[in-house]
């Protein structure tokens, strides 16, 4: 061990976040002693509040620390139209996109039956109900493509067929096995124009 103890049990924390390597946690448990108490008493509590109120909105399983979510309380957008996402980081990457006027709905998840997760694991019977009290509503499958994201598309699709809903998958422009996280902003707007609606 090169750190003291306390460096580098700060260290340990950053690095149990997705993509902080060693050098990355490194240079911000430096930073973080760098920063005043009060500072460090800011930080700890904006913490401490986010995990206490942070919740999955009750109608969409995105994140947010109401009842509902700030997208699903917006009457000026379109409620038929529905973009149906992995979690709630895809909303985020959307949002900043700026240009979707429908609203969400997060899956917090993918079928994956190689690691015992399947339908009633993910956030998917809210879908089925609220699909059914709308009037001709468009679903926007916005899934990785991957084997977990084309079985789920499939088993949507399944799900609602026969009935008065349209299913759409984002055009193919975005590339075999990405993460929505890391397309440009061009790219996702483009995919949402393009999207296809699903053949049988």
């Known amino acids: 061990m090169i750190y003291p103890k306390n460096i580098e049990c700060i260290k340990e924390f950053y690095q149990k976040h997705p993509g902080i390597g060693d050098k990355s946690a490194e240079r911000m448990a430096l930073s973080t002693l760098d920063m005043t108490m009060e500072q460090i008493e800011e ?9 206490k109120n942070i919740r999955p909105c009750s109608i969409c399983g995105h994140l947010t620390d109401a009842e509902v979510c700030n997208i699903c309380s917006d009457d000026t957008r379109n409620h038929n139209l529905i973009c149906v996402l992995e979690d ?10 700026g240009n979707f006027k429908g609203v969400y709905h997060v899956l ?5 039956p190689s690691e015992g997760i399947g339908y009633d694991d993910i956030n998917l019977n809210s879908l089925i109900k609220r699909v059914e009290n709308l009037n001709h509503p468009e679903i926007i499958l ?17 799900i609602f067929e ?6 759409s998958r984002l055009a193919h422009g975005i590339p075999m096995g990405a993460e ?21």
Not at 43 to 51: G, Q, T, Y
Not at 142 to 155: H, P, R, V
Not at 162 to 167: F, G, M, R
């Open 88 to 97: 709630s980081k895809k909303v985020f990457t959307f949002e900043k996109v």
């Open 162 to 167: 026969n009935k008065d809903v349209i299913i």
């Open 180 to 200: 929505i996280d890391y397309m440009d902003m061009l790219t996702i707007n483009k995919a949402l124009e393009d999207r296809k609606q699903i053949s049988e």
């Open 43 to 51: 930080f700890i509590n904006a913490l401490k509040s986010a995990k």
């Open 108 to 112: 917090n998840g993918l079928i994956s």
């Open 142 to 158: 916005a899934l990785k493509s991957s084997i977990e994201g084309d079985t789920t598309t499939l088993f949507i699709k399944k």
